[in-house]
């Protein structure tokens, strides 16, 4: 059972370059979201997504799109990377459990991104 | 709204000793609270979650947490520290559906020999 798997787990950018970090989860998990890892700031959600076709900003959503076409895969694009983005990256799955947030999130082993 | 608010940014303890890391949290819904540790270049791994059922809830490799309502507070313990116990821990609120997501900034834990 893979869980949630992340690609690449590390990377290094020049400014300016756009690229796609991919996340995959074999759960049939409901909720996928990202988030990004900072020094003493703990994680902060970027964007996430309920369900396929649907996705929606989290706290820190500027310089990353999402898109989920399938309920599988929730890749975060950046799309002109700058060196404020230097981060480590995690991805999350959940499932909706009793509707009252009874649930717990799976995270993938992070990647961790560089731009110089 | 919703924050959590890890109160050590470090915690010292020697191997054998008693662990707590403390957590307070607000949220306008009734929450769900989750304790996660990651490990040195890992992902985050499930320590134990609340979820409106035992106010006392019991995790793994001997962690527990008490909710308590009446202090909004949310902490970690465990009886006696082993050296794999050395990670950093994130308390967590989560309201309906988990879209909203709070993290608190983490607690490192160092545990001496």
């Known amino acids: 059972n893979a869980g949630v798997t992340q690609t690449p787990k590390f990377q290094v950018l020049k400014t300016g370059q756009s690229m796609t970090l991919q996340c995959a989860q074999d759960m049939n998990h409901e909720y996928m979201s990202w988030y990004r890892q900072d020094p003493g700031m703990g994680l902060r959600l970027i964007h996430y997504?309920?369900?396929?076709?649907?996705?929606d900003q989290g706290e820190v959503p500027n310089g990353y799109n999402v898109s989920r076409s399938t309920t599988e895969d929730f890749p975060l694009r950046l799309l002109s990377a700058a060196p404020s983005q230097t981060s480590v990256y995690f991805c999350?799955?959940?499932?909706?459990?009793?509707?009252?947030?009874?649930?717990?999130?799976?995270f993938g082993q992070g990647t961790r991104l560089t731009v110089v | 709204a919703q924050s959590v608010t890890q109160l050590d940014s470090h915690v010292s303890v020697s191997e054998g000793t008693p662990v707590l890391l403390r957590c307070n949290y607000s949220?306008?819904?009734?929450?769900?609270l989750f304790w996660y540790v990651q490990h040195p270049n890992k992902g985050l791994q499930l320590l134990l979650k609340y979820t409106s059922a035992a106010t006392l809830v019991k995790g793994i490799n001997g962690f527990e947490a008490e909710f308590k309502k009446s202090e909004t507070s949310f902490h970690l313990t465990k009886p006696s520290a082993h050296m794999s116990d050395a990670a950093e821990y994130f308390c967590?609120?989560?309201?309906?559906?988990?879209?909203?997501?709070?993290f608190g900034t983490g607690t490192k834990l160092q545990v001496i020999p």
């Open positions: 999350a799955s959940s499932y909706a459990g009793d509707g009252r947030g009874n649930t717990e999130a799976f």
């Open positions: 949220s306008s819904y009734s929450p769900s």
């Open positions: 997504s309920v369900g396929a076709g649907i996705t």
């Open positions: 967590v609120v989560a309201s309906w559906g988990y879209q909203k997501v709070t």
